[in-house]
């Protein structure tokens, strides 16, 4: 029998030859995810979404013609739920495309075409553009809707407002939605001005901030609980929200697949609701380069010491605002993730390119910007020269109340 010395040099020869063979293993990883893994700190705890829980929606499907609403985000482990449910015998009538489109290849504000899933032969019909919302033709051959859309929890990104659109057709035509819930990436915070009604639009439906905090479906009940689906009915829709397992707020999450053609990273994701007020302006968010909401810039911006030339990019943006000019401004790719989630809504970029950028025409898209803010309350205040400080003590009343009522519909801790 080996002695006990012995036997410790074998377990640590052994344990040696462990951890050479996993650090030479190869590991894959999507785009979104690399920069993560290499500032992880800690395992994101095991949860489970709800397009994985079949156990609780798979009956509120079966015998019954189905509309799915989704886009090239609805899948789990890279399957899509399309091809899910097929498999599971569901009886799918319609596909239901959101901005971007079912495949999400579309460019933002590019028309959204009806078509056939080539993969599947299923009808797909755009609900981005002339019809935001389905049809009578359309619910009356259907039983349920299901909506799986992954969200990044900023009150301008469109997939919400196409939400309650559907919302509002099941409450109209009396048929059930189902919810397959998934995570918020900017989950972890609520901030912002909250929108005012005179400035709603399809970048802003309802009276919340620019960064809820909730996820999709805690989001779906909120707008059926405060009758935000109708200013004259009491329309409600029959909603069935399936929950995550496992999942909290403060969770990170790396999102598997590119939520549109121009959030690429995780770090332009947790920029996205700060730098989204650009659209807005004469200023470029990085459309039309390999790094779109990672870096803003104009040609008159001050600094030099940095700059970029958009360019015509397919399956992002074919027409970038300042098209082959070249522009100077920041490049915050360098800024880490964990400052980024930290931070959440930061002014400083938008009140820096205001100060740098030598032009009377800043505000160019007025209109748009303030439906982007959700009033004119913070372009004027930019204008001003009101400090971060002094803008976001302008809108604590707002937030704080709408936290209050937030507070009902939170599904998780």
């Known amino acids: 029998m080996p002695s006990s010395r012995l036997l410790k040099r074998i377990v640590l020869v052994f344990s040696v030859l462990i951890v050479v063979a996993c650090a030479s293993k190869t590991v894959v990883v999507s785009p979104v995810q690399e920069e993560v893994l290499a500032e992880k700190k800690a395992d994101t705890p095991v949860f489970h979404l709800g397009i994985q829980r079949s156990a609780e929606y798979l009956p509120l499907l079966k015998g019954k013609r189905v509309g799915v609403v989704a886009n090239h985000t609805a899948i789990n482990e890279g399957k899509h739920l399309v091809d899910i449910l097929l498999e599971k015998g569901i009886n799918i009538k319609y596909v239901f495309a959101p901005e971007h489109g079912f495949r999400g290849d579309a460019d933002a504000g ?200 958009p360019v015509p990019i397919k399956g992002k943006s074919m027409d970038p605002l300042l098209k082959g000019e070249k522009c100077f401004g920041k490049d915050l790719r360098g800024i880490s993730l964990d400052s980024l989630r930290a931070k959440g809504l930061d002014l400083s970029y938008l009140i820096d390119a205001y100060k740098n950028t030598k032009s009377e025409n800043f505000f160019a898209f007025s209109k748009f910007f303030d439906n982007l803010a959700g009033s004119d309350r913070l372009r004027k205040q930019i204008i001003e020269g009101k400090s971060e400080a002094e803008i976001r003590a302008s809108w604590q009343e707002e937030l704080k109340a709408f936290k209050e009522v937030r507070k009902m519909y939170l599904m998780y801790p």
């Not at 349920?144 to 939400?163: K, N, W």
């Not at 819930?181 to 005179?198: E, H, I, S």
């Not at 730098?275 to 909401?293: A, H, K, M, Q």
Request: glycine share 8%; charged share 20%; hydrophobic share 35%.
């Open 110 to 309: 590019a028309e959204v075409k009806d078509g056939v899933d080539t993969k599947t032969g299923l009808p797909v019909f755009s609900l981005y553009g002339k019809n935001k919302k389905p049809s009578k033709a359309w619910m009356d051959s259907l039983d349920v809707l299901v909506f799986d859309i992954q969200d990044v929890g900023a009150r301008f990104y469109t997939y919400i407002s196409t939400l309650h659109y559907v919302m509002q057709a099941c409450a109209e035509y009396h048929k059930e939605l189902v919810v397959l819930d998934r995570p918020n990436p900017n989950g972890n915070y609520v901030d912002g001005p909250v929108l005012q009604k005179k400035y709603k639009s399809f970048v802003g439906m309802h009276p919340i901030p620019v960064v809820h905090g909730m996820t999709i479906g805690e989001y779906a009940q909120m707008v059926n609980g405060e009758k935000w689906l109708s200013d004259s009915l009491d329309l409600n829709c029959p909603l069935t929200v399936i929950k995550m397992e496992n999942y909290n707020h403060n969770m990170i999450y790396n999102l598997p697949a590119h939520p549109s053609p121009n959030l690429t990273t995780m770090r332009a994701i947790y920029l996205y609701p700060s730098l989204c007020f650009f659209e807005g302006t004469i200023v470029s968010v990085g459309r039309g380069t390999e790094f779109p909401f990672e870096t803003y810039g104009h040609p008159n911006y001050s600094d030099k010491s940095f700059s970029f030339t």
